[in-house]
């Protein structure tokens, strides 16, 4: 993988970008210096030593919002669950009664039905997610799943590394695809177990990967003001992105994976302290003119329970009774109706149904295709916390990402349980926190 400097430019900037959609304050925006701990979280996730990185970064976030979200994004792969911050547990604020009215006369449709429809109709989907909810991952999955008997060819992913040279690059997409399971090299959050399965899944499937992200080697430019670097990255990612298209042909088709911001087809306004504006056109809508072909956008990062935005919680609140037990996207006519900066730039935007607990697990875990295992008795810890994980049988020892894993703490009421796909046979494997 890359250097952990790059790696930590790279997330620096990624943080700016996201505090940009949020438009905070000028201070919050600047790309902050990695600390010490934040250098050694990397080299200990890079390895896969979890519970280490988690450790190495915890009592030091208190106060430092880059260690706080680092920790928010990684915390979720040792067993699924958000993590809940003090934002996540204040009381919800009062539903804007205007936004609630644009739902009046929507009908709460599929949400991967709808997508099919639509795809259709184009050659390129790009669908977002928040980097500190797994969930959102396995519904890109499902949405994999049903665009490749469309003929969708190629899979393109922000986390898929695109540093070094042509053939390193290549080198790296086609171990992907030999092995069948991401590699310590692979990428950043597909670290992460439920992304990991999903590169699983697609290369299974038979997608090809498509690495995309900006020339890691810009970071080695002058420093730039925030909506500058993200200008610089939006148009690198759009333009690597064309050119794969360009050399796929006619016939293929992308879906493309991306966080956040990157899937807007209008730019994003905002301002500094209240004062200067700015406006910033993402990666999506680049995409679109460079490509001259319209994508299908989707956003699942405004509206739900676990929103960055207030007024996304209150209002998912609100809608929540109407979603079911299926993710939907809500439609007036054929237009779909959005909330937030993401959700009225992009054509859909899903509203999952909330996140329960099912046997120490988030419940949607249930529907990705695996089946609970319990856990052996002589794997669970006798004192402190253990993390348990599985692998196929059949991967390497090279293969770092387990296909799931859970956190166990010693004298727990119940065990939870892990997902495996159906028909493979496991590998059971422990990490402690001083291995």
Do not use: C
Not at 54 to 64: D, H, K, M, P, T
Not at 292 to 312: F, H, M, N, V, W
Not at 407 to 415: E, I, P, R
Not at 417 to 424: C, L, N, Q
């Amino acid at each position: 993988m890359a250097s952990l400097t790059k790696f930590s430019q790279r997330f620096a900037a990624a943080f700016a970008a996201f505090a940009l959609t949020l438009t905070v304050a000028a201070q919050e925006q600047a790309a902050p210096a990695p600390s010490a701990g934040f250098q050694q979280f990397g080299d200990l996730w890079g390895e896969g030593a979890y519970l280490r990185a988690l450790a190495s970064i915890e009592n030091g976030r208190e106060g430092n919002e880059m260690l706080s979200s680092t920790y928010r994004q990684a915390r979720p792969a040792l067993d699924g669950f958000v993590v809940l911050n003090d934002d996540l547990q204040q009381p919800l604020s009062a539903v804007d009664p205007a936004e609630l009215a644009r739902y009046d006369n929507a009908q709460a449709m599929d949400a991967v039905a709808e997508i099919v429809k639509r795809a259709r109709n184009t050659r390129i989907v790009i669908v977002n997610e928040a980097h500190d909810n797994p969930r959102d991952r396995a519904f890109v999955l499902a949405v994999a799943e049903a665009l490749r008997p469309l003929g969708y060819t190629h899979y393109a992913a922000e986390t898929l590394s695109n540093f070094g040279t042509d053939e390193q690059k290549a080198e790296r997409l086609s171990a992907l695809v030999s092995k069948g399971y991401p590699l310590r090299g692979t990428g950043w959050y597909s670290l992460e177990p439920m992304f990991g399965y999903l590169l699983r899944r697609v290369v299974q499937l038979g997608y090809q990967p498509v690495s995309y992200e900006a020339d890691e080697r810009a970071t080695d430019a002058p420093p730039l003001p925030p909506q500058e670097q993200i200008a610089r990255r939006e148009q690198g990612q759009a333009e690597n992105l064309a050119r794969a298209i360009s050399a796929a042909g006619p016939d293929a088709k992308f879906l493309i994976h991306v966080g956040y911001s990157h899937v807007t087809e209008r730019p994003i306004t905002g301002s500094v302290d209240g004062k200067t504006r700015f406006s910033i056109e993402w990666m999506a809508a680049r995409l679109a003119g460079l490509a001259g072909i319209d994508p299908l956008t989707i956003d699942q990062t405004d509206l739900g329970e676990y929103s960055a935005r207030p007024g996304g919680r209150a209002l998912y609140a609100a809608l929540a009774g109407r979603v079911g037990d299926r993710p939907k996207v809500f439609l007036v006519g054929k237009e779909g109706v959005g909330f937030g900066v993401h959700g009225n730039a992009t054509d859909l935007q899903v509203v999952h149904p909330p996140i329960r607990a099912l046997n120490g697990r988030p419940d949607w875990l249930a529907h990705t295709g695996r089946e609970a295992l319990s856990i052996p008795a002589t794997l669970l810890p006798k004192t402190g916390r253990r993390l348990i994980q599985i692998f196929a049988q059949t991967d390497g020892e090279d293969a770092i990402v387990p296909i799931d894993q859970v956190l166990v703490n010693a004298g727990g009421q119940a065990s939870p349980v892990v997902y495996a796909p159906k028909g493979v046979t496991v590998r059971w494997a422990v990490m402690d926190e001083t291995g």
